[in-house]
């Protein structure tokens, strides 16, 4: 079993920046980011693959950079001009099966 720990949420004013990091105990393929804000739809926010392959939400393309260090099993998503509407629980991911406790993101004044 794989298990992947977040870190990095919290509040922000708009404009500002976060990080989040997901460590994940063993390798795989491909690590992301899923979104969920109340009232609206789970969203795949960004996607790495181990060879560096890289996927965003057009919501967050030229705000969002997604990176990973291969060594440490452990992806990034620098989060820069925040805006109201990223506010949501943040959870990471990696493959098809495994899944991170969730961090709270919230974009406010």
């Known amino acids: 079993q794989v298990q992947l720990t977040e870190s990095g949420g919290g509040l922000v004013q708009p404009g500002g920046s976060l990080r989040l990091s997901c460590a994940a105990s063993?390798?795989?393929?491909?690590m992301g980011w899923y979104r969920q804000a109340p009232g609206k739809q789970r969203e795949l926010v960004a996607s790495?693959?181990?060879?560096?392959?890289?996927n965003y939400a057009d919501s967050v393309k030229g705000r969002f950079i997604i990176s990973r260090d291969n060594a440490k099993n452990t992806v990034y998503l620098q989060m820069n001009s925040l805006k109201p509407e990223d506010t949501a629980v943040y959870y990471c991911y990696a493959g098809q099966t495994y899944w991170g406790q969730g961090t709270q993101v919230t974009v406010s004044s």
């Open positions: 790495i693959t181990s060879g560096g392959t890289l």
């Open positions: 063993g390798s795989i393929f491909r």
